[in-house]
Antibody
């Protein structure tokens, strides 16, 4: 079955960087676009970024554009999110999610990894 | 940017009774390819979101048939025909029609018994 396991979250100071990872299994990873979606504590969902199946096309939410880079390694079935110049408002649970083929919709989601931004 | 507005934000429900959540978009969600990319997600307490419905009315794999989606243009509805205890949680609508300018979620509707 589809499994997505995020890692890399933790406590980081404002202005510092963090790289999140997502290990995928149970489906054809190289055949699927992938998303990152975040959820601040007690708040709603916010889409962050998406990457095409081959990694050549990437799109970002305006709130993170220029500070965040999504990437993937299809040889390792891994998805990444490099976050730089972190701000207090970036604190959230970060979920990776597989895209529903042809649906432009995150279908399967991981359990998430928590990022806390604090001095 | 398309704004998604859900009503109500909180909905007390009775087990065995129907429930309905509305989602309205600030612009038509009909994509140039003719498809409307409107989805519904359920998030149970302490869990990640779960896809229920995509493209307005298509139930995702494993989703009980008591869940149904409908609507067109800017107005959409998620219906639960008979609420069960496991349906407690927060429900979100999401549009992807404006992609690649972004995917937008509604604020969420809390369903509570």
């Amino acid at each position: 079955q589809v499994q997505l396991v995020e890692s890399g979250g933790g406590v980081v100071q404002p202005g510092r960087s963090l790289r999140l990872s997502c290990a995928a299994s149970g489906f054809s990873f190289s055949g699927c676009a992938m998303h990152w979606v975040r959820q601040a504590p007690g708040k709603g969902l916010e889409w962050v970024a998406v990457i095409s199946n081959d990694g050549n096309t990437k799109y970002y939410a305006d709130s993170v554009k220029g500070r965040v880079t999504i990437s993937r390694d299809n040889s390792k079935n891994m998805l990444y999110l490099q976050m730089d110049s972190l701000r207090a408002e970036d604190a959230a649970i970060y979920y990776c999610a597989k895209d529903l083929s042809g649906g432009w919709t995150p279908d399967y989601w991981g359990q998430g990894t928590l990022v806390t931004v604090s001095s | 940017e398309i704004v998604m507005t859900q009503t109500p934000l909180s909905s007390p429900v009775t087990l065995g009774q129907p429930a309905s959540i509305s989602c309205r978009s600030s612009q038509s969600l009909v994509h140039s390819d003719g498809t409307t990319y409107l989805s519904w997600f359920q998030q149970r307490p302490g869990q990640p979101p779960r896809l229920l419905i995509y493209k307005i009315s298509n139930r995702f794999s494993g989703v009980p048939d008591r869940f149904s989606g409908s609507g067109a243009g800017t107005d959409f509805t998620l219906k639960i025909s008979r609420v069960e205890a496991e349906d407690v949680g927060v429900y979100y609508c999401m549009q992807a029609t404006q992609f690649p300018r972004g995917f937008t979620f509604g604020q969420g509707t809390k369903l509570e018994i």
